[in-house]
């Protein structure tokens, strides 16, 4: 993947999981405050947790920070999988936001 490829990829990542705390603002009344800067997106929700997803262009990675850790991510075609073999982003994305919403949510990516 060329990094014009792997940043498009990113943008598109980024734009969904913006796209879904709307659709949790708008389906379950869960206000979760997004802030982006350049390829860094904050998850800021009502009890002060915070998620941040970010890329990491010269590895070709994304990296998920959560409370419960710090998780890295390659695209494989498919998924973007985890580095260390535990579940893909959007599976991970889906523990650590109903986590800190305190509710089961789900992020389709």
């Not at 075609?77 to 579940?87: F, Q």
């Amino acid at each position: 993947m060329t990094e014009t490829e792997f940043l498009d990829r990113v943008t598109a990542l980024l734009n969904a999981i913006e796209a879904q705390a709307d659709h949790w603002f708008e389906a379950l009344d869960l206000d979760v405050e997004t802030r982006r800067q350049g390829n860094v997106l904050n998850l800021i929700f009502d009890n002060g947790h915070q998620i941040v997803i970010n890329s990491q262009a010269p590895l070709m990675e994304m990296w998920l920070a959560a409370p419960s850790g710090g998780f890295h991510y390659r695209f494989d075609g498919t998924y973007w999988k985890d580095t260390r073999g535990g579940p893909d982003l959007h599976q991970a994305l889906s523990l650590v936001c109903s986590e800190a919403a305190g509710q089961a949510l789900t992020v389709s990516l």
